[in-house]
């Protein structure tokens, strides 16, 4: 009785399977049918509120540095189609496409961090950019690429269970936090350093070691107070209460000034005193000009942003991607969020933007880079079911936070 042939790898007719390609038009439905439309529409959204924001603080700014006065708004325009090109682009790669960018950004970012003290342009008493024909804050594309690399590197306690990756996700966020202090810039620090406690406690590490983290923490805020006097003057400065001179005194009094529902387009007063009104601080400009309504709605969509990633992650089974997602989303809902607590005075001023509303070159092709990664990331198949919980999966898993890793 004779079987069924099967051609093996050996035998000289046996071909192997070749992947079919996709046209176009079939790799835009895929696209379509695996993006997360509901992040993709809440970035363009809050990219149209940070236009009309520009538009809002642009004169403000252009009389302080002598230029007509849209042209923020003229060049922000330009950088904000550039970036939704970048993010559209990157949204299309492959998960490990997304994860290979990352480690690469991250990478390179690092490399000319260490040239910064050497060739960098200072700024506000701070060294932080270096020219390439337009300013170029290496910090900004390292965020991405940092929140990728590390979790890269925490999911590989699932190959190897025995591997250090807590020590090497420490040593890499060491080297960052030295790096950007000798700038200095202890707002960035800060933000690399959330992103970095949020994916460690995400990968498992035990309660008895997060505590021992944040002690470390804590000991190297001090230490920052006591050794740069450029943190210990903002410190001071937000613990004593400022003067009517300070830029968070003069940012908060700004975004009171408009009441709930603002002056009006243009028709801000303060804004004109107000430095960097169209970067870090064009927070009190929306609340001069447009009311403390359009404030809080600014400040509903990036909840919404953060929730609807975080959401796309609950029932992710990879690792990898949990982490990066997670990360990335933590990285713009931290900095967001901080540039509206230095705005409200509930926090000293970092010098950090608001994601996809303050005016940027670099930083607007930064943050649509990072959204970019993360509509990569969190794509799917909706016709595939999940066999595990994802985040749930974290925080359900018998013993989770309280055995001793060996990470």
């Known amino acids: 009785m004779s079987g069924i042939y099967t051609p093996s790898r050996a035998d000289p007719k046996f071909h192997a399977p070749v992947p079919a390609r996709r046209g176009l038009g079939e790799s835009l439905r895929v696209w379509w049918r695996e993006i997360d439309k509901w992040l ?4 363009l959204l809050l990219m149209a509120l940070g236009t009309m924001a520009v538009a809002a603080a642009s004169p403000a700014a252009a009389s302080q540095y002598g230029v007509s006065d849209f042209a923020f708004f003229q060049r922000h325009i330009v950088f904000q189609f550039l970036g939704v090109g970048l993010m559209l682009a990157l949204s299309f790669v ?9 480690i690469l950004l991250a990478v390179g ?6 040239l910064v003290p050497i060739i960098g342009v200072e700024k506000n008493g701070a060294k932080r950019w270096i020219e390439v024909g337009m300013s170029l804050q290496p910090s900004e594309f390292l965020k991405p690429g940092f929140a990728i690399l590390l979790a890269w590197m925490l999911s590989w306690r699932l190959r190897d269970p025995g591997l250090p990756v807590l020590g090497y996700a420490t040593l890499t966020m060491a080297l960052v936090a030295a790096l950007l202090m000798l700038q200095p810039n202890l707002g960035d ?6 992103v970095w406690f949020v994916l460690v406690v995400l990968s498992g590490v035990s309660f008895a070691r997060i505590g021992g983290l944040i002690a470390a923490g804590l000991a190297a805020l ?6 740069y006097d450029n943190a210990r003057y903002r410190i001071d400065s937000f613990f004593g209460g400022g003067t009517a001179f300070d830029q968070v005194d003069l940012a908060q009094r700004t975004l009171l000034n408009g009441g709930w529902t ?7 007063t303060r804004k004109l005193s107000l430095p960097e009104a169209h970067t870090d601080y064009i927070f009190s400009v929306i609340g001069e000009e447009f009311g403390l309504l359009a404030c809080a709605v600014i400040l509903l969509v990036y909840v919404a942003l953060v929730a609807r990633a975080l959401l796309r992650l609950v029932d992710e089974d990879n690792l990898f991607a949990l982490l990066a997602g997670a990360g990335l989303a933590t990285q713009i809902g931290g900095q967001a969020f901080i540039n509206m607590l230095v705005n409200l005075q509930l926090f000293p001023s970092k010098g950090m933007t608001l994601p996809l509303v303050s005016y940027g070159g670099s930083s607007t092709l930064a943050v649509c880079l990072t959204f970019g990664l993360l509509l ?3 794509r799917r198949n909706p016709f595939l079911e999940r066999e595990k919980p994802g985040l749930k999966d974290l925080f359900e898993r018998p013993g989770h936070g309280h055995r001793e890793d060996r990470a």
């Open 94 to 102: 492959s998960r490990e496409d997304a994860r290979r960018i990352g």
């Open 40 to 43: 993709l529409g809440l970035v």
């Open 189 to 194: 620090t800060i933000l690399f350093g959330g």
């Open 262 to 268: 603002g002056a009006g387009l243009w028709l801000g």
């Open 222 to 227: 001090t230490a920052a107070y006591f050794l």
């Open 109 to 114: 970012m690092l490399g000319l961090l260490f």
């Open 376 to 378: 990569a990331i969190t």
